[in-house]
Structure formats: C-alpha cells, structure tokens
C-alpha cells in the first residue's frame, strides 16, 4: 500500500501526530461529537486517504486524542510542581497553571459536556481523581487534616471546572472577568492558608 498524497500545493503534515492535534483541537472548540474526518482533512490541507492511512475509523482518532490528553496531563505534573518545596508556594503555582492554561481548561469542559460517552467516561474519570488526589495531598503538604484538605482540593477544583464550563456556555459573563490574575489570587486567598508570621 502506497502512502497518501497530499493535495495539490499542501504543506500539511501527514502524521498520526498532526491528526490527534487537529482533533484535540476541534474538541476544545466545539467538543467530541464534532470530530469528522472530512473537515478536519479539509483543515490540514489533505485527502482523506491520509486519515485512513493512520486510522481505522472516527472513534480510533477520538481515543487517541483523549490518550493523548491524559499522557499529557498525567506526564510531568510531579516533576514539575512537586520540586517547588515550599507547599504554599506550591499550591498557588499550581491554581495559576491550571487557570492559565485554557486549551486544556476547554478541552476537559468538553468532556464533561460528554461524560457519559462510553469513550469518554473513563478518560474524565482517571483525570479527575487524579488530580483531586493531588490537590489533597498538596493541601495536606501545609498541615491540613485529610478531611479539610479534601474539602479544599474539592472546591478548588469545582470552581476551575465551573469556570471553564462557564467560560464553554456563557463566554461573555467570564470575559467580564478581565482580570483572571486577580480572580485566581483571590481564589488562592481564600483556599491556601496564609503561613502565620513569625514573631521577632
């Protein structure tokens, strides 16, 4: 079997890789149930034959992308916020990474528009308990109890999850919020406990 062609002038990658991004994509826009093969051949400049070449059918391309996702999500995030040693640091730094970060804030409203799509489900499901288990023990780094550090990684997360469920159905109300820097400090405020002052 020969490899796909391109159309005619495309520069467009060809690779599994840029499939999965295409989709990705598409699904923070406008969610799992717009993911078809021709608009997004039509988006990379190529024929379908390409898609064929890389995937059997529509809902091999939407796992892949979720597994993608969940790589992604699920890669790093020790390293790259576990080494901040000071946990209240840590904390802050992680709410403003997680707001900040608003492709993948509208890709995860997108799943949850579709949490009951058997694909779907498990996916939202590993991602959300995962990092309510990091936010617990994140919130238990600062001396908390297991039961407030779990009511402070719940509400921590609802108010990301409603924020960018808000931001997915009503994006005029959260524009308003110009300042997101402020939302979240004052978000951290009022969830990250202020270390007391030492005495002199």
Do not use: C
């Amino acid at each position: 079997m020969s490899a796909p062609k391109k159309k005619p002038g495309s520069t467009a990658p060809l690779s599994r890789e840029a499939w999965v991004k295409a989709a990705t994509h598409l699904i923070a826009r406008e969610g799992v149930q717009a993911v078809a093969v021709e608009p997004l051949a039509q988006g990379l400049g190529v024929t379908k034959g390409s898609f064929y070449w890389h995937f059997k059918n529509r809902d091999e391309l939407i796992l892949a992308a979720l597994e993608a996702w969940e790589q992604d999500q699920s890669a790093d995030v020790v390293s790259r916020y576990q080494g901040i040693e000071d946990p209240q640091r840590r904390l802050r730094v992680l709410l403003f990474a997680a707001f900040e970060d608003v492709e993948n804030g509208r890709f995860f409203a997108a799943l949850a528009v579709s949490s009951e799509d058997p694909r779907v489900q498990p996916f939202l499901h590993r991602a959300t308990e995962r990092r309510l288990a990091f936010g617990i023990k994140a919130f238990q780094a600062l001396g908390l109890s297991e039961k407030e550090a779990r009511e402070r990684a719940l509400l921590a997360y609802a108010a990301y999850a409603g924020y960018f469920q808000l931001l997915r159905t009503t994006p005029l109300a959260v524009e308003a919020v110009t300042d997101l820097s402020g939302y979240v400090r004052r978000l951290a405020d009022a969830l990250v406990p202020v270390k007391p002052s030492r005495r002199p």
